[in-house]
Structures are given as structure tokens and as C-alpha cells.
């Protein structure tokens, strides 16, 4: 009987050549450049435009743009990669640079006209960040009840309306808006365009003081009669629900890489803390009841990022991946809040104090949970696709 051997898949978390070498870059990079600043970003809650020149520097700002337009030519796992890397270290930076990857550079590749492609992707690789405006007061979980207007004037749209909780906004040259052409069309009216910080009638507004990720931006946009070139409308007109479901879906597994990003960190913080911290004679580390705490944390971020990387290699594979999406981003987020708690615990009274990362951490973790949809939201694509 002859036996026929099947060409095994490769494991998930062992990664080919250039993931590891990326990977090794980011993370020297993170712990080199990122984690003197983490503590002096969260305070002033700012990330310094030289370390973002740094992160255009290290490729880590145009990781799917094709070489062609200056960018790394690397894939979505990639990106995932160096969000997860950059968050072990500042959640605040991993979500800068997902935000630029997962969502703008992303929306670009994707519904970018030639044109389009061609006068931003070069940008967006070099020196200027990007920015994602869905989010309205009015429609947050109900996103297309958006009511930002955008009125046909011949060569240009003309754009009115308020934007909040835009991420990376303080930092950003160039945004993808979404607007309605028509309010009675429903979802059916929603357009995105691609607007730039300098067009006539766009403003960046307040800044929001946030619980955790501080460093990273969110503030309101404003957009009083904006210009924007027709050229500039991204995808189809009245299509826009469809980019931003579809760049959402994405999204939300450079999510689920920060909240793992975030745990590992966490994790390792509390392992050296715990081998050091002496209590009744030795290292808490020697307790039983810490061993067993910390072994649960590390099957949780195990689980967690098996579920991250197959939707992310899932993506890569042109395999659909909505429903693993979901999985990853909930359970990757509430798993991030567990371990940072713990974590917390771990280090006692040291935990509650900003000499040591893990308060940062437990604060940063709790945004997982709330953007690129709720973990409500999220249940309910999960429930739609295996329940119908
Ligand atoms: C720090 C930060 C950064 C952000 N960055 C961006 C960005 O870059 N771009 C952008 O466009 N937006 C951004 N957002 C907005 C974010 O995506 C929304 O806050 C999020 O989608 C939730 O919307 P909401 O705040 O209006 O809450 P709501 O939709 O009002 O939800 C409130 C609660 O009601 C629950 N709920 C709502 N509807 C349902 C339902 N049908 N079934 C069950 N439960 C429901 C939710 O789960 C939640 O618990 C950001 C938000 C924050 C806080």
C-alpha cells in the first residue's frame, strides 16, 4: 500500500524568510526608537512628527504600496506584522501605522482610479499620513446613517458636515471622507472621497482627551463647503457603503494585531516582573497560583493570535474571511483587556502606577473593544454568518 503525502501547510505562526526579517526590523525599531517615548507620548498625548518620519523611514507607512510607488511591496500579513510589533511596544503607534495600511493605503490599492493611485500612493509611502472619516455624532455602529452632504457642482463635489473620532486626523495630509449624494437614497448615496488637509473649506477640529491610547489623534473634522475635485471620488458614487465595509473588514484584523500586539506586551512585563519581585522569600514567580495565572494568559494570546494571523493569511489567500475577521477582532480585544488586567495584578501596587508599562497597557486596551465596530456589532456579523 503506498501512502500519498499531502503537501502540509505551513503552521501559522512560523513565518517565511521576509516575514521574519520584517518582523525583526519592526521590532528592533520598537524597541530602539518607540519605547524611550511611550511614557513622554501618553503625557503629552502627541506622537512626535520625527519619530513618524522615522516609521516612513523604517517602510512600515506604505507596506502594501507596490514598489513602482515607493512603497515596501509586501502583503497584508505584513502590515499586520508591524501593527502587532509597534503595539508590544505603544498601542498608540500600532494604530497609526493600521490605520495608514489597513484602511487608507488599503481603500487606495483597491477602488483607486489610476489617477488617484498614482498622485497619493507615492505620498502616503513617503511622507504623509492618512486618515479614515466614517464616524459622524449621529452614526457610529449605524454608520451609513451618516448625514456629512456632498453636492454635484460639476468638476468639483462640494462637501458639508462633521466628522468625529478620526484617528491619525491631528497628523494626516490626506483623508478618505465618506458623504451622501442623497440622503432619501439611503446606504445607496453614500460616496467616498479622498480630501486633502489643504482643500478650501476643511478644517481639523477638537482633539478628544481620551482614557487610553492618548498619543494617537482623534479629533472631529469639519467640512464647510469643501471643494473636492470630481477626480478625487473614490470607488463608484453611491458605492462608498461598499468600500467602507469591505476596507472595515480588513481593518478589524490590523485591530485584532494590535490588541495581541498589546497583550505581549502586557505578558511580558508581568513574567519579568514576577521572577523578580520577592515575597516570602522568593520570587512570586515560584507561587503556584502565579505560574498557573500566567499560563492561562499565554493560552488566551496564543488562541488570540491564531485567530489574527489565519484571518490575515486568509485575506493574503483571497479566501473570504468576513466571519474570521469578526472572530479575530472581539476575541483578540476582550482577551488584550483580560491579560492587561492581569498584568495589572501581577505587578501589585507597581501596577497602578506609570513607572511601569502595564497601566498604560490596561488604559489602551479598552479602545479594542469600541472602533472598527463594537464587540456587539462584531457578534452580529458572526451570528449572521453561521446562523444566517
Ligand atoms: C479612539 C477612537 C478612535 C476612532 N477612530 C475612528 C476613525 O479613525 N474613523 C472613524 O470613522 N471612526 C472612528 N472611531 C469611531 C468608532 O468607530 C465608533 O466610536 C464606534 O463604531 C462606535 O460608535 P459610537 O461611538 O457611536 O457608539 P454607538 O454606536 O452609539 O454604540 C453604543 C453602544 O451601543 C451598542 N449598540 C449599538 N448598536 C447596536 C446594535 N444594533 N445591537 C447591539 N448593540 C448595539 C454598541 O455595541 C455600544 O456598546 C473612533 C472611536 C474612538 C473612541
Same mark, same amino acid.
Given at each position: 500500500?503506498?501512502?500519498?503525502?499531502?503537501?502540509?501547510?505551513?503552521?501559522?505562526?512560523?513565518?517565511?524568510?521576509?516575514?521574519?526579517?520584517?518582523?525583526?526590523?519592526?521590532?528592533?525599531?520598537?524597541?530602539?526608537?518607540?519605547?524611550?517615548?511611550?511614557?513622554?507620548?501618553?503625557?503629552?498625548?502627541?506622537?512626535?512628527?520625527?519619530?513618524?518620519?522615522?516609521?516612513?523611514?523604517?517602510?512600515?507607512?506604505?507596506?502594501?504600496?507596490?514598489?513602482?510607488?515607493?512603497?515596501?511591496?509586501?502583503?497584508?500579513?505584513?502590515?499586520?506584522?508591524?501593527?502587532?510589533?509597534?503595539?508590544?511596544?505603544?498601542?498608540?503607534?500600532?494604530?497609526?501605522?493600521?490605520?495608514?495600511?489597513?484602511?487608507?493605503?488599503?481603500?487606495?490599492?483597491?477602488?483607486?482610479?489610476?489617477?488617484?493611485?498614482?498622485?497619493?500612493?507615492?505620498?502616503?509611502?513617503?511622507?504623509?499620513?492618512?486618515?479614515?472619516?466614517?464616524?459622524?455624532?449621529?452614526?457610529?455602529?449605524?454608520?451609513?446613517?451618516?448625514?456629512?452632504?456632498?453636492?454635484?457642482?460639476?468638476?468639483?463635489?462640494?462637501?458639508?458636515?462633521?466628522?468625529?473620532?478620526?484617528?491619525?486626523?491631528?497628523?494626516?495630509?490626506?483623508?478618505?471622507?465618506?458623504?451622501?449624494?442623497?440622503?432619501?437614497?439611503?446606504?445607496?448615496?453614500?460616496?467616498?472621497?479622498?480630501?486633502?488637509?489643504?482643500?478650501?473649506?476643511?478644517?481639523?477640529?477638537?482633539?478628544?482627551?481620551?482614557?487610553?491610547?492618548? %498619543?494617537?489623534?482623534?479629533? &472631529? #473634522?469639519?467640512?464647510?463647503?469643501?471643494? /473636492?475635485?470630481? !477626480?478625487?471620488? $473614490?470607488?463608484?458614487? =453611491?458605492?462608498?457603503?461598499?468600500?467602507?465595509?469591505?476596507?472595515?473588514?480588513?481593518?478589524?484584523?490590523?485591530?485584532?494585531?494590535?490588541?495581541?500586539?498589546?497583550?505581549?506586551?502586557?505578558?511580558?512585563?508581568?513574567?519579568?516582573?514576577?521572577?523578580?519581585?520577592?515575597?516570602?522569600?522568593?520570587?512570586?514567580?515560584?507561587?503556584?497560583?502565579?505560574?498557573?495565572?500566567? %499560563?492561562?494568559?499565554?493560552? &488566551? #494570546?496564543?488562541?488570540?493570535?491564531?485567530? /489574527?494571523?489565519? !484571518?490575515?493569511? $486568509?485575506?493574503?489567500? =483571497?479566501?473570504?474571511?468576513?466571519?474570521?475577521?469578526?472572530?479575530?477582532?472581539?476575541?483578540?480585544?476582550?482577551?488584550?483587556?483580560?491579560?492587561?488586567?492581569?498584568?495589572?495584578?501581577?505587578?501589585?501596587?507597581?501596577?497602578?502606577?506609570?513607572?511601569?508599562?502595564?497601566?498604560?497597557?490596561?488604559?489602551?486596551?479598552?479602545?479594542?473593544?469600541?472602533?472598527?465596530?463594537?464587540?456587539?456589532?462584531?457578534?452580529?456579523?458572526?451570528?449572521?454568518?453561521?446562523?444566517?
Amino acid at each position: 500500500m503506498t501512502h500519498q503525502i499531502a503537501d502540509a501547510a505551513a503552521p501559522l505562526t512560523v513565518l517565511a524568510e521576509d516575514e521574519r526579517i520584517f518582523r525583526e526590523s519592526v521590532r528592533e525599531f520598537a524597541e530602539a526608537q518607540v519605547r524611550p517615548l511611550v511614557r513622554e507620548m501618553d503625557e503629552q498625548a502627541k506622537i512626535p512628527r520625527s519619530l513618524v518620519d522615522r516609521l516612513f523611514d523604517l517602510g512600515v507607512m506604505g507596506v502594501e504600496v507596490p514598489e513602482a510607488f515607493g512603497g515596501s511591496g509586501g502583503r497584508f500579513f505584513h502590515s499586520v506584522l508591524a501593527v502587532e510589533e509597534l503595539s508590544r511596544v505603544d498601542p498608540s503607534v500600532g494604530v497609526l501605522v493600521d490605520v495608514q495600511n489597513t484602511l487608507v493605503i488599503n481603500a487606495l490599492l483597491r477602488w483607486g482610479t489610476d489617477d488617484l493611485r498614482t498622485r497619493y500612493l507615492p505620498r502616503l509611502a513617503a511622507q504623509a499620513v492618512g486618515a479614515y472619516a466614517l464616524s459622524e455624532a449621529g452614526s457610529g455602529s449605524d454608520a451609513f446613517a451618516l448625514t456629512t452632504r456632498a453636492t454635484d457642482a460639476g468638476d468639483d463635489y462640494v462637501l458639508t458636515g462633521r466628522k468625529l473620532w478620526i484617528t491619525n486626523a491631528n497628523e494626516a495630509d490626506i483623508f478618505i471622507v465618506f458623504a451622501t449624494v442623497d440622503p432619501a437614497a439611503g446606504y445607496r448615496g453614500i460616496t467616498a472621497f479622498v480630501v486633502e488637509r489643504g482643500f478650501p473649506g476643511f478644517a481639523v477640529g477638537k482633539k478628544e482627551d481620551k482614557l487610553g491610547i492618548r %498619543a494617537s489623534s482623534t479629533c &472631529e #473634522l469639519i467640512l464647510d463647503d469643501c471643494r /473636492v475635485p470630481r !477626480a478625487n471620488v $473614490l470607488g463608484e458614487v =453611491g458605492k462608498g457603503y461598499k468600500t467602507a465595509i469591505e476596507t472595515l473588514n480588513e481593518g478589524r484584523i490590523g485591530i485584532g494585531a494590535q490588541m495581541i500586539g498589546l497583550a505581549r506586551g502586557a505578558l511580558d512585563a508581568a513574567i519579568q516582573y514576577t521572577r523578580t519581585r520577592k515575597q516570602f522569600g522568593k520570587a512570586i514567580a515560584e507561587f503556584q497560583a502565579v505560574q498557573h495565572q500566567i %499560563a492561562r494568559a499565554a493560552v &488566551e #494570546l496564543e488562541a488570540a493570535t491564531l485567530t /489574527v494571523y489565519n !484571518a490575515a493569511r $486568509l485575506r493574503d489567500a =483571497g479566501r473570504p474571511f468576513l466571519t474570521e475577521a469578526a472572530i479575530c477582532k472581539i476575541f483578540a480585544s476582550e482577551a488584550a483587556e483580560r491579560i492587561a488586567s492581569l498584568a495589572v495584578n501581577l505587578l501589585g501596587g507597581n501596577g497602578f502606577v506609570k513607572e511601569y508599562p502595564v497601566e498604560k497597557f490596561y488604559r489602551d486596551a479598552k479602545i479594542g473593544q469600541i472602533y472598527e465596530g463594537t464587540s456587539n456589532l462584531q457578534l452580529q456579523t458572526i451570528a449572521k454568518q453561521i446562523i444566517g
